[in-house]
Structure formats: C-alpha cells, structure tokens
C-alpha cells in the first residue's frame, strides 16, 4: 500500500495563476480531509469529505474548492492563487467517518509570488 | 471556538529522562483525544488515541493521559532517546480534528 500520496511536492506558482493539488489514498477510506500548515498556526482544516460526493468546509476554506468523485481521490483547487495561500498542504485520510486516526500524505509547499 | 492548545513550543531535556508534554482544550468537551509526531519536512504520524473515559493509555514507552476536570492531556515519554527528536502534535474533536501548534522536543545526547 502507497497509503496516502500527494502530488506536487513543491510549487510555485504567480498570484492569480489556478493550480490543483493531487491526493489519492489506496486503503478503501471513507474520510478525506485537506489541511494546510503555517508556522506559529498548526494544522488548519481546509475542506474535508465523509464519501464520494460529498464534500464540507473545514475552518479556512475560502479560495479552495474540493470534489470527490472516487473514493480514492480528494483534489484541492487553487482558483485564484494568492501570497497568502504560501503554506505547506497535507492530506490525510481515516477509515471512520466520525472518528480514527488520521494518515497523512507527505505534504505539497507552495509558494505564492 | 473550540481550541487545543500546547503552550510550550520547545522542550529540550537530557536522554534518559522522561519528557512531558501539555495538550489543553477549551470552550468544548472532545470524545478523545490524539497525538501526532512530525519529523521535519514529514507529514504527522499518528502515535496515540485516548477516549474521554480512559484515564491512561499506554504503548511501549509512551504514555498518555486524559483530565477531564483539568481538561488536560498529558503526554509522556519515558527513557527518551535522540531518535524521539520531533515535533509532537495533540489534536481533538469528533467528525473533525483540530490541532495544537506542537511542541518541538530534543533530546539531549
């Protein structure tokens, strides 16, 4: 098992420009979330999901939007990338919808100019 | 809001010694409880998961325990080693983890 996989591993991307981080899983989980990481902040929810269709906002979702169209996949879209958005993103999946441990991806750094 | 809050950054202490590490919460009641190690560069790796009706939980030498009068979590490291060198993160909630901002122990040689 791959567990959770994250691609890009880095990114730079010009403020307005769109990009989409990939992140699949191969362990059959229900929950998919997407968290972003900032020095001095933690952990900070983004959007998550509890299946296939359906998605939720987490406690920063604004500027991101998510789809989940296959177990498997939980892609995160950058509509109009801003300076603000330069963090470290990491997916994480878990078996139970209501609770369990989470498993990570190995993260994306992104880099906004 | 509900928060988790680890309010030291970093701790160093000697190898040998046992480490101990504050996870406090606020304004909500969580089921449970986790912690998280983060090497550098690493996504988290999950180490412990502790219920609000479990006083202690134990896995080789880490040990964790649950106040929910302090609303509390302790996190313990016995015999420590360079190798447990890391970032350790305690989170909480129900359908949704929130998380603390860490601590980054280093362990003396």
């Known amino acids: 098992n791959a567990g959770v996989t994250q691609t890009p591993k880095f990114q730079v991307l010009k403020t307005g420009q769109s990009m989409t981080l990939q992140c699949a899983q191969d362990?059959?989980?229900?929950?998919m979330s997407w968290y972003r990481q900032d020095p001095g902040m933690g952990l900070r929810l983004i959007h998550y999901?509890?299946?296939?269709?359906?998605?939720d906002q987490g406690e920063v979702p604004n500027g991101y939007n998510v789809s989940r169209s296959t177990t498997e996949d939980f892609p995160l879209r950058l509509l109009s990338a801003a300076p603000s958005q330069t963090s470290v993103y990491f997916c994480?999946?878990?078996?139970?919808?209501?609770?369990?441990?989470?498993?990570f991806g190995e993260g994306s750094r992104l880099t906004v100019l | 809001s509900q928060k988790i809050e680890q309010n030291s950054e970093a701790l160093n202490i000697q190898e040998g010694k046992t480490a101990t590490l504050t996870c406090n919460y606020t304004?909500?009641?969580?089921?449970?409880l986790q912690w998280y190690r983060q090497d550098p560069g690493r996504g988290p790796v999950f180490l412990l998961l502790?219920?609000?009706?479990?006083k202690e939980k134990r896995k080789e030498r880490l040990k964790v325990t649950f106040d929910t009068t302090l609303k509390q979590s302790l996190f313990h490291i016995t015999a420590s080693q360079p190798a447990d060198s890391a970032t350790y993160l305690c989170?909480?909630?129900?359908?949704?983890?929130?998380f603390g901002t860490g601590t980054r122990l280093t362990v003396i040689p």
């Open positions: 989170a909480g909630g129900a359908n949704n983890l929130f």
């Open positions: 502790i219920r609000e009706n479990e």
């Open positions: 994480a999946s878990r078996i139970g919808t209501d609770t369990g441990e989470l498993f």
């Open positions: 304004n909500y009641s969580p089921a449970y």
């Open positions: 362990m059959n989980h229900e929950y």
């Open positions: 999901s509890v299946g296939a269709g359906i998605t």
